[in-house]
């Protein structure tokens, strides 16, 4: 099936803005993961799910984000009250278990590009 | 905690030659480790990956790597460069416990093809 989708691709908010970055995982991929890529630098986890629960948290750098997947597909990253340090690309991956076979690759998307002037 | 050292932020091979790429590795346990490809403006592309199998792990685009763990090694390699290799590279790993899937990426090497 498809890949992994994001949406916006590009994102261009003025500093103290909200904005809400969007996930569509492969179809029927239990775990999903988001990260931070700045620019020049290494992808940086942020959060984890498996279906609908966040399992790990630990990389989100402030309580200004927010990340959600209520339904166990579609999750959705938010950043509240932006800031200039949160520009970056944010990565979208997810991953599969198939009965009880795991899956150890993470499939990414092409990303969204945050510019927060 | 787990960390991977790239060493080399960018390198540059002639076309034909051979590319290596530079990973070590950091962990208490054997991990789980992984080479991505980034090309502009894309996201991240699975290359090749290490789970504990066969040590000489091969890849797409005739991409292998070896593990090592004498030396905590996990290099890149392929025999002859093509133009379309030109990207940015990066290591990962993981742990290898159920729940503790986060990958950890070193800070990537771009390659460079000199016709």
């Known amino acids: 099936g498809a890949g992994v989708s994001q949406s916006p691709r590009y994102k261009v908010a003025k500093r103290g803005q909200d904005v809400a970055l969007r996930c569509d995982p492969i179809s029927g991929h239990v775990s999903l993961f988001w990260y931070q890529q700045a620019l020049g630098q290494g992808p940086e986890f942020l959060t984890y799910?498996?279906?609908?629960?966040?399992?790990?948290k630990s990389g989100l750098p402030s309580d200004r984000f927010f990340a959600e997947r209520p339904e166990g597909s579609v999750s959705t990253l938010k950043i509240q009250r932006t800031q200039q340090e949160d520009s970056a690309v944010y990565l979208c991956?997810?991953?599969?278990?198939?009965?009880?076979?795991?899956?150890?690759?993470?499939?990414f998307g092409p990303g969204t590009r945050l510019t927060v002037t | 905690a787990q960390s991977v050292t790239q060493l080399g932020s960018h390198v540059s091979v002639s076309e034909g030659a051979l590319v290596l790429l530079r990973c070590n590795y950091s962990?208490?346990?054997?991990?789980?480790l992984f080479w991505y490809v980034q090309y502009p403006n894309q996201g991240l592309q699975l290359l090749l990956k290490?789970?504990?199998?066969?040590?000489l792990v091969k890849g797409i685009n005739g991409f292998e790597a070896e593990f090592k763990k004498s030396e905590t090694s996990f290099h890149l390699t392929k025999p002859s460069a093509h133009m379309s290799d030109a990207a940015e590279y990066f290591c990962?790993?993981?742990?290898?416990?159920?729940?503790?899937?986060?990958?950890?990426f070193g800070t990537g090497t771009r390659l460079t093809i000199i016709p």
């Open positions: 990962a790993v993981r742990a290898t416990n159920f729940g503790n899937e986060k990958l950890t």
């Open positions: 799910f498996q279906n609908e629960a966040q399992l790990d």
């Open positions: 290490y789970t504990s199998a066969a040590t």
């Open positions: 962990s208490s346990v054997p991990p789980y």
């Open positions: 991956a997810s991953s599969s278990l198939r009965g009880g076979r795991r899956s150890y690759e993470q499939y």
